[in-house]
């Protein structure tokens, strides 16, 4: 029904030449109804009803565009308005500039007009939604690429995922040795028990999204979380199509469909991370541990020994240093072989870590030495710690055959500040002169510097 490209002047058009049309019908419709038609058919009585049609017309345009153009102009003003802010708030995520009060158009009619405006306020909606959403995955996904020791990054994805969804309280566990292990968790009790619910072996098995839902009259307070949740979620950490872990999500009202897709997008991003953190831990662990004992090796030993000195000098707290070394060992090796010659440095590497106490450190210095660090240890401490570790190494047998192999270890101590140095490179030498004592006078034996 166009006749131009313009409804408003189409409207006029048609409203026009409907008056006119009544205007002309009019007298005969007056005859029709018993009036006399010489005092009807006149040309002036036609030009009344025709000028009368043509005002009806006119009247109804100003109408039209009154009560439906000033809808289309609010309409028309809102679009401008969002397409205006549209990319500022795609890059800014401020969400503020299209709230319901700027940007939706009030419903106040039941016809086409009033289903215009809820469809533009329900795509203003869906709009906004999604450029949360989007705003929140790139938000999410800068600070994973930010993060790569993985407590860390678990610790702020969490808080992430806490505050981008209906969740108030949750955790992050990663499969670790055929086991799921916490990394993060916020607002429940006992999350290690996580791990151990049928459900999170179920997500991670089945890579698939688990849901508890939680009736009203269930108490569940002091099991779970510190609030009675309505709805719990277990969601597959997968990379590849292999499962990483689950991250446990628990709301006190329940997920909605936005949360869900939101996590279909966070969970992507976060595999990536959690798979990017395993793999730096790993190459950390390779650069600074000796393959064959799994103890620190010599480059990373030393980093250590200069950290510890240091921090000796600054608290005044004692530091003790020994070195090791196997009595014999190239005549086992000539003897034995090198096979069992390296299950002799990963015996007494293994009885080093028995020996000694938490926090101290053991570091393969070369071939059959060990380096030894004491944190607060004085020379005393030195020579016990010392002793205990060579008679259990004199005790430990390596079986070959229907051979028990023994072997001894010499070692040579010394403690800062008794012992006064410029820096640690002088405790190793101290430590080393005094291990060359013990072999020369005997070897099996400690000898303090």
């Known amino acids: 029904m166009l006749i131009t490209r313009k409804v408003f002047t189409d409207l006029a058009i048609w409203m026009t030449s409907l008056g006119l049309m009544m205007g002309v ?13 010489q005092l009807v058919m006149t040309p002036w009585f036609f030009a009344t009803c025709m000028t009368a049609g ?11 565009k009154t009560v439906v153009g000033r809808r289309l102009r609010l309409l028309v003003g809102r679009m401008l308005y969002v397409k205006s802010n549209l990319i500022d708030i795609s890059i800014h995520g ?33 709009l906004v939604e999604s450029l949360k959403s989007a705003s929140a995955v790139r938000t999410f996904n800068e600070m994973l690429t930010s993060q790569l020791e993985l407590h860390a990054l678990t610790e702020k994805a969490l808080d992430q995922l806490l505050r981008h969804t209906n969740a108030i309280a ?44 939680v ?31 689950v991250v446990a999500l628990a709301s006190a009202t329940g997920f909605t469909n936005e949360d869900r897709n939101r996590l279909d997008l966070f969970r992507q991003g976060l595999a990536l991370a959690i798979h990017n953190a395993l793999i730096h831990a790993s190459l950390q662990k390779l650069a600074a541990v000796d393959p064959l004992t799994n103890v620190f090796n010599r480059r990373f030993g030393l980093v250590r020994l200069h950290e510890e000195y240091g921090r000796s000098v600054r608290t005044h707290q004692p530091l003790g240093v020994m070195m090791g070394d196997i009595d014999h060992f ?25 020996a000694l106490r938490e926090g101290d450190i053991v570091i ?9 660090i004491l944190p607060a240890a004085s020379r005393n401490d030195v020579l016990n710690i010392a002793e205990r570790f060579r008679h259990m190494v004199e005790d430990s047998v390596v079986r070959e055959g229907m051979q028990d192999i023994r072997v001894t270890i010499s070692i040579g101590g010394t403690s800062y500040p008794e012992f006064d140095v410029q820096d640690e490179i002088d405790l190793i030498k101290n430590a080393d002169q005094a291990l060359y004592m013990a072999k020369d006078s005997g070897r099996n034996r400690t000898v303090m510097a």
């Open 25 to 37: 019908m009019f007298p005969f419709f007056v005859v029709w109804m018993g009036i006399p038609a």
């Open 54 to 64: 043509l005002l009806v017309g006119a009247a109804n345009i100003m109408l039209a």
């Open 94 to 126: 401020d969400m503020e500039k299209c709230t319901p009060e700027k940007c939706f158009i009030k419903v106040d009619s039941e016809d086409e007009m009033g289903e215009s405006a809820s469809a533009f306020n329900q795509l203003v909606e869906t």
């Open 170 to 213: 949750g955790a992050i566990l990663v499969e670790k040795g055929g086991e799921l292990r916490l990394c993060a968790s916020y607002g429940i009790h006992a999350p290690d028990k996580i791990a151990e619910s049928e459900l999170a072996k179920r997500a991670l098995n089945t890579k698939e999204r688990q849901f508890l839902a």
């Open 215 to 245: 009736p009203g009259d269930v108490i569940v307070e002091g099991a779970l979380t510190d609030f009675r949740p309505k709805e719990i979620m277990l969601d597959p950490i997968v990379y590849k199509n292999a499962s990483m872990g």
């Open 330 to 354: 190239k005549k086992i090796n000539d003897i034995y072989g090198h096979l069992v010659g390296d299950r002799i440095l990963m015996m007494v590497a293994k009885t080093a870590r028995s």
């Open 364 to 372: 393969r210095y070369g071939g059959e030495e060990f380096l030894f």
